[in-house]
């Protein structure tokens, strides 16, 4: 089982839709917590960063994270077809021997059609 | 500030031949990791270097070596390359642990193994 599990998808939406995207993790030492968006044939560039458990709001998108489930989340309200891109979770513990290192999910591919 | 730049942006090796991927960041950052995407996958962690002079295997090392120049210049070495390297390489750069783990990545090299 992988550290950190995301359903890639993919996820196809209208203009306007609210965008739910998930995942799961299973190591209890993870506190910092970040969604990645990539567009096509692009590298990763950083959207959303949280550290610990609860609530971040950056103009239409909001992360949420439940660390007694273990589970994260990125809002997108007033979807946009130029938010059509792959977004990554990814997560990284505050302590220990792999401090610094990023654990990635598979990615979810989402389109917002106009 | 350029960022994350990498070198080159697209190769394609008959298999057996060797060939090294070049990344430099301008940010002044500790830590440089190099990844490889590879579709339904996500990012895999191939290796990384938490500071000059110290490098480190990730999850998907074999097949590679790696070589940490200087602070700003992080290189990825294909000794013999099989149909099984053909992938995405990304290259990224952090702050750590400062900043808990983020990292800004590079636009990324497509190689092809024949």
């Known amino acids: 089982q992988k550290e950190v599990e995301q359903d890639p998808g993919p996820l196809s939406v209208p203009e306007g839709a609210i965008v739910s995207l998930n995942c799961t993790y299973s190591?209890?030492?993870?506190?910092?917590f970040m969604w990645y968006r990539q567009y096509s044939r692009k590298g990763p560039e950083l959207l959303m960063y949280t550290y610990s458990s609860g609530n971040k709001e950056d103009g239409r998108f909001t992360a949420q994270v439940d660390k007694s489930s273990k589970y994260i989340s990125l809002f997108i309200r007033d979807s946009q077809p130029s938010d059509s891109a792959t977004y990554l979770c990814a997560m990284s513990p505050d302590r220990g021997s792999t401090l610094g290192r990023l654990y990635f999910g598979r990615g979810t591919q989402l389109t917002v059609w106009p | 500030n350029a960022g994350v730049t990498q070198t080159p942006k697209f190769q394609v090796l008959k298999t057996g031949q060797s060939m090294t991927l070049q990344c430099a960041q301008d940010m002044n950052h500790n830590s440089m990791y190099w990844y490889r995407q590879d579709p339904g996958m996500g990012l895999r962690l191939i290796y990384y270097s938490a500071s000059e002079g110290t490098t480190d295997k990730g999850e998907v090392p074999n097949g590679y070596n790696v070589s940490r120049l200087n602070k700003r210049e992080f290189s990825l070495r294909l000794e013999s390359a099989a149909p099984s390297q053909t992938s995405v390489y990304f290259c990224?750069?952090?702050?750590?642990?400062?900043?808990?783990?983020?990292?800004?990545f590079g636009p990324g090299t497509r190689l092809t193994v024949l």
């Open positions: 190591n209890s030492a993870f506190q910092y």
């Open positions: 990224a750069s952090s702050d750590q642990p400062r900043t808990g783990g983020e990292q800004f």
